[in-house]
């Protein structure tokens, strides 16, 4: 199993980016995936789920109206969709496939959000 998370980068309050995470060695279409992220100092966070077929969402209380998760089954890959971003936004993104007790993780994508 490999996932890889790609996108993250600096951007200023308000601004928008598009995280990715490609995903191989598994059937990506038969499994619900996640994003997390991890802020210095906290914990590991869920930030948005999506089911396998249906794409049934899951959304934080923190990003809900503001983040979109979606999921291309043809091309193995999740996306998150991060419009007006705040400071508190500013985080290690994870993506999560849970093939097994707490999940594979991709290496994760730095997003940082400040002017």
């Known amino acids: 199993v490999q996932l890889v998370e790609s996108g993250g980068g600096l951007v200023q309050p308000g601004g928008s980016l598009r995280l990715s995470c490609a995903a191989s060695g598994f059937t990506f279409s038969s499994y619900a995936m996640s994003w997390y992220r991890q802020a210095p100092g906290k914990e590991r966070e869920l930030v948005a789920a999506?089911?396998?077929?249906?794409?049934?969402?899951y959304y934080a209380d923190s990003v809900k109206g503001r983040f979109t998760i979606s999921r291309d089954n043809a091309k193995s890959t999740m996306f998150l969709q991060m419009n007006s971003l705040k400071p508190e936004d500013t985080a290690v993104y994870y993506c999560?496939?849970?093939?097994?007790?707490?999940?594979?993780w991709g290496q994760g994508t730095q997003v940082t959000v400040s002017s």
């Open positions: 999506i089911t396998s077929t249906r794409g049934t969402t």
């Open positions: 999560n496939a849970p093939l097994r007790p707490g999940g594979y």
